[in-house]
Structures are given as structure tokens and as C-alpha cells.
């Protein structure tokens, strides 16, 4: 079963423009991570929270974290067109799975 | 180097066949799983195995058989393919089966059954 949704399902930007992203879940959880997934391609680990944390930064990515609200957002700051891809959460819980959300297909153009 | 490889990348076989996909990992990893991903783009995991023992078995039809040799390994088995079957299947490992580090991913086997 999918554990998160993802809000919007597509969004397409102008180059140099912020992207947000949100996920929201269902369970408690020990991290959520999120991935990028270029066009035919494998996931790649963009970052991980874990659930004592709130807000994250690696290089243009701004990963926020509400466990009371059971959501997240995934920011992209000055985007490029090589960020155009697919964006999903994925949440662990006591189980130790990793649950994808929906996704989010991001499109920057030029 | 690649870190989680399969094969084949693709494959296309008829109804009633059966067929192997194969992973590999050379990050050292404890954990590895199977995940597959549906036309639209939804992932959902299969199996996961934890130093050659089965720990994940989601609610999969078991034509699929995963087979892991060592805990570099873990290859994934079908019998008797149906179209439904037709999907992405994506390997991925994890250093401990905890899931408190990233994931990687191997590039997917596309299969389609005709």
C-alpha cells in the first residue's frame, strides 16, 4: 500500500524558479527520505530525515519535516532544466519498510 | 564502478514463460530488496532479504521466487508471466535492514509480457 501522497502530482517551472513539494503520510515513522527519479532510470537518494529532526539542507534542497502534521516539503531553489524528473517520499516505520509515495513529476524549462 | 547492477535492462517474453532478473551489489550492504514499479510510476516492495534471509515478503503471487546466494545477491524468479506482470522492477540495497540510511538503486529491468 502506498504510505505517503504527494502534492501536486506534476509542476512545471521556469528555470531559476523555486520548486516545492509536499508528501504527506500516514504512520509514524522513524526517517522520511526523498529520491529523484530521472526519465527510464533508477532512484537516486536526494535526502533523509530523521524524525526528530525538522528541516534538512543539502547544496539546493531545503527538506522540512511537520510529525505532527504528518508531512513534508521538499524545496528546490534556483531550479535547472536538469532538475527535471520525478520526486518521491518514502517513509520507514517500525517495520522497518521503505514505502514510496506517488510522486511528483517535475518539469524546469529553459 | 556500479554500485547496484542488474539484468537484463530489458525484457520482453510471452505469456506462460519463465524468467530470471538478476542483482548485484558491490557496496557491501546487508539488506537488499525487489520493488516494482507499475505504468504509473507507483513503487511498491516486493521482498527483502537481510544477509540472505527472506525479512520482507509483501502480499506478491508466489510465481515470484527471490533467491539470494550470498548477501550480494538477490535475484528475482518468475513463473508462468502474465500481462500483468508488465512492469519496472527495481532492485535497491541498504546497509542494515534498520532503513536509517539511504537506499540504492539499481537502473530497472523493463519486462513486458506480450
Known amino acids: 500500500s502506498q504510505q505517503g501522497e504527494e502534492d501536486p502530482q506534476a509542476l512545471s517551472i521556469q528555470e531559476g524558479e523555486n520548486a516545492t513539494m509536499n508528501c504527506s503520510y500516514k504512520?509514524?515513522?522513524?526517517?522520511l527520505q526523498w529520491y529523484r527519479q530521472n526519465s527510464g532510470r533508477g532512484l537516486v537518494h536526494l535526502i533523509l530525515?530523521?524524525?526528530?529532526?525538522r528541516e534538512k539542507h543539502s547544496g539546493r534542497l531545503r527538506v522540512t519535516l511537520d510529525t505532527s502534521k504528518k508531512s513534508s516539503s521538499l524545496l528546490i531553489t534556483a531550479s535547472r532544466a536538469a532538475d527535471t524528473a520525478s520526486y518521491f517520499c518514502a517513509t520507514v516505520d517500525s517495520s522497518y519498510k521503505l514505502i514510496f509515495g506517488s510522486g511528483t513529476r517535475l518539469l524546469v524549462r529553459p | 564502478d556500479t554500485a547496484v547492477s542488474q539484468t537484463p535492462k530489458y525484457l520482453v517474453t510471452q505469456m506462460g514463460n519463465d524468467k530470471s532478473i538478476k542483482c548485484e551489489q558491490n557496496?557491501?550492504?546487508?539488506?537488499m530488496y525487489w520493488y516494482k514499479q507499475d505504468s504509473k510510476k507507483f513503487l511498491k516492495i516486493m521482498f527483502s532479504y537481510n544477509n540472505k534471509e527472506l525479512i520482507i515478503n509483501e502480499t506478491v503471487p508466489n510465481r515470484f521466487s527471490p533467491k539470494s546466494p550470498d548477501k550480494a545477491h538477490l535475484n528475482l524468479h518468475i513463473n508462468s508471466l502474465e500481462l500483468g506482470d508488465s512492469a519496472v522492477y527495481f532492485c535497491?540495497?541498504?546497509?542494515?535492514?534498520?532503513?536509517?540510511?539511504?537506499?540504492?538503486f539499481g537502473q530497472g529491468t523493463r519486462l513486458t509480457v506480450v
Open positions: 530525515i530523521r524524525s526528530n529532526e
Open positions: 535497491a540495497s541498504s546497509r542494515t535492514e534498520a532503513m536509517n540510511t539511504e537506499a540504492f
Open positions: 557496496l557491501g550492504h546487508d539488506t
Open positions: 504512520t509514524s515513522i522513524n526517517n
